[in-house]
């Protein structure tokens, strides 16, 4: 059985994730904790899988508290001293859902979601009668705005006279970024701000197509940034004053120097995937702390490995997802609007405050390659790339990646859901650099066809 992938279990509401699923794996979840929160996003199949799942924890034995519809970053926040289940499918599609376990604010790791699958493969039955668990209901969303809001007013300076553009994108922001943001002072204006599960307004995914009103907005209007989200409220994408997105790392690259250079810790750790740029190695090599990498949808297993060997974790992030680990060990997209647009407040501006970043010309390219051949071209490339490439460093551990003397990076790793090997590179001359490589990725692949 295959459940979970790098974002707990998520797919058609019709045909994977449907009430029965959603009670099989709530009764699997709850046979291992006693008590749990339960809360969903906007999507019209949430309140059927958030019943579902209430019976199915209770059932086990679990007692379970329900919040209705959050933000995933406050789900998580509450269930910090328990268990919890988040109903939601971030920026899929309206028709699909997906659940999303946590344990004391940090979402479920490899070990927890295997019990999981082989408790569902075994199939599950009911506690005994007397042993049920109860269920009840509270509302957390005042009390979850309010700590982002202490949070934030650690970092950057008062919101007073900045006005910010957000995008809600008809999903959980709107019942949390505008308010905090508020609460801290800033002029806010909103779009597609209602909580709607057929997202009406624009696409769940905030890219910079489906965001073209907020960058219109902001082009031709008086906001200094502008902000868009998911539908779950866990991912954001920035805007400037142009209307133009900034680049995902940028963001991660400006939050991770803030916290090293803020940080009091002997040794501070910004924890990151293999296929950030080295932009944010330079900002925080600059600001006295280094950079530990870690697969994709895996930040939470970095920040444990990197405190296991005495590392002081001060930010972890990939792209558009970050843990303010001072705050929680979850991605809080909300916690992220209002620490950024306080940085920006403090530097006079998102100009000012992405200034001393460089941004060097980025690209993502596709190799073609079957999914049976992944393996044996990776282990290929791994001996390949190294050989073609003699003045880089090398990385292997999470596909194969290589650092240039020039701050130059490149990254080739397979796809987790497609018949693709990934290019990722950044260079001043980076077209030249991504036809160098997927030279070498092509003639791997072709090696190794039969």
Known sequence: MDLFGTAGIRGSAQ??????????????????????????????????????????????????TVVGQVPTPALAWASRGRHGVMLTASHNPPEDNGIKLFDDGVEYGDAQEAAVEDAVAAGTEPARWNEWGERERDEILADYRDAVADYARGHGASLDGLTVAVDCGNGMASVATPQVLRDLGAHVVTLN???DGHFPGRPSKPTPETIRDLRSFVAEGDADIGLAHDGDADRIVVVDSDGDVVHEDTVVAVLAEHYTR??????????TTPNA???????????????????????HEGIKAARSEGGDVVFAAEPWKHIHTRFGGWIDGVASAAVLSRLVADAGGLDALRAPVTERPYRKVSVECPDDLKAAVMDALA??????????DVETEYGVRLAFPDGSWTLVRPSGTEPYVRVYAESDDVDALVADVTDVVRDAVEGERP
């Open 277 to 299: 740029s080295a932009r944010v190695d330079e900002r925080v090599t600059e600001a006295g702390g280094r950079v530990e990498r870690v697969r994709l949808g895996a930040l």
């Open 15 to 64: 045909s994977r994730v449907t009430p029965d699923l959603a009670l099989e794996v709530a009764r699997a979840a709850g046979r291992n904790a006693d008590a749990f929160v339960v809360g969903r996003d906007g999507r019209v199949t949430g309140d059927a899988l958030a019943a579902a799942v209430s019976a199915g924890l209770t059932s086990a034995g679990a007692d379970v």
């Open 193 to 195: 701000a209602n909580v």
């Open 383 to 392: 001996e390949d790339l190294p050989t073609a490439f003699a003045d880089a």
């Open 262 to 271: 803020t940080s009091d810790v002997a040794n501070p750790v910004v924890v």
